[in-house]
């Protein structure tokens, strides 16, 4: 079977809508894993959900933004701009949207994947952004290939039989051949807000189960318009401002 990878939209409709085009019309995808954080930071939390809930044989996990407006999370836990974003979303979901967040799982395992927002130890908040905590996680992986977000940069690490430990970035059209002797956390990047460098194209993954390669896609979208959106929406002008070439 052959999936989508997508993560941390965070209510950027132009984004989504672009990543998607690109993976029905493109590789013709039979499905979906979607890494949390449909919602927050953009204008658009309703639209995007939408989308998601009329995907086909789309996997969800619930990241750090679906449990803050759900009120599993102390919001105090956030910086102000984000704080201010999940209160303004948190007003403006539906009941309906709302509701089928609530049914959002921590973690979901497949025969050949399992994938989580942030850490197999700590599926909603850990940040995997060193050596050091993918070791940490490393016993947990089960099976061996697990998918997250929450980072926003595209990057993966790897265990190898041997017992050679590493990281790698994933630039686009960047592959990796799975190794059933390995284990591996890999993120394909943000869809919405992507982090880490210049390039501000939209990421994600493409994930084969049978081939076992992951390979990464970056493309550009309307970033001007999700800009506008923000500011007309009253939200602040940085989550706006951070979206362009020029953060």
């Excluded at 990241?63 to 599993?72: D, I, S």
């Excluded at 890999?186 to 807000?193: A, E, F, L, P, W």
Aim: glycine share 10%; hydrophobic share 35%; net charge neutral.
């Amino acid at each position: 079977m052959k999936y989508g990878i997508i993560a941390d939209i965070h209510s950027n409709l132009h984004a989504l809508e672009t990543v998607l085009s690109w993976l029905e019309d493109e590789e013709r995808v039979d499905g979906y894993i979607c890494l949390g954080d449909i919602i927050g930071y953009g204008a658009k939390p309703n639209e995007c959900v939408g989308v998601i809930r009329k995907l086909r044989k789309c996997l969800n996990v619930a990241g750090n933004h679906e449990w803050a407006v759900l009120g599993l999370a102390d919001m105090s836990l956030y910086n102000l701009v984000a704080k201010e974003s999940l209160e303004w979303t948190a007003g403006r979901l539906t009941d309906d949207n709302m509701k089928w967040l609530k049914g959002m799982k921590k973690v979901f395992k497949k025969k050949s994947f399992m994938m989580v927002h942030g850490s197999p130890g700590n599926p909603v908040y850990e940040y995997v952004s060193n050596e050091s905590v993918f070791m940490k996680n490393m016993s947990l992986i089960n099976p061996n290939v697990c998918f997250i977000g929450h980072t926003h940069i595209s990057e993966y690490y790897y265990a190898d039989s041997a017992g050679r430990i590493g990281t790698e970035l994933l630039k686009d059209n960047g592959i990796i051949e799975i190794k059933p002797s390995s284990r591996y956390l890999i993120n394909c990047g943000s869809v919405g807000q992507p982090r880490g460098g210049a390039d501000k194209r939209a990421s994600f993954g493409i994930y084969d189960d049978k081939t076992g390669v992951v390979r990464l896609k970056k493309l550009t979208y309307d970033i001007k318009k999700t800009q506008e959106e923000i500011i007309e929406a009253g939200l602040p002008e940085s989550l706006a401002e951070r979206l362009s070439f020029k953060v």
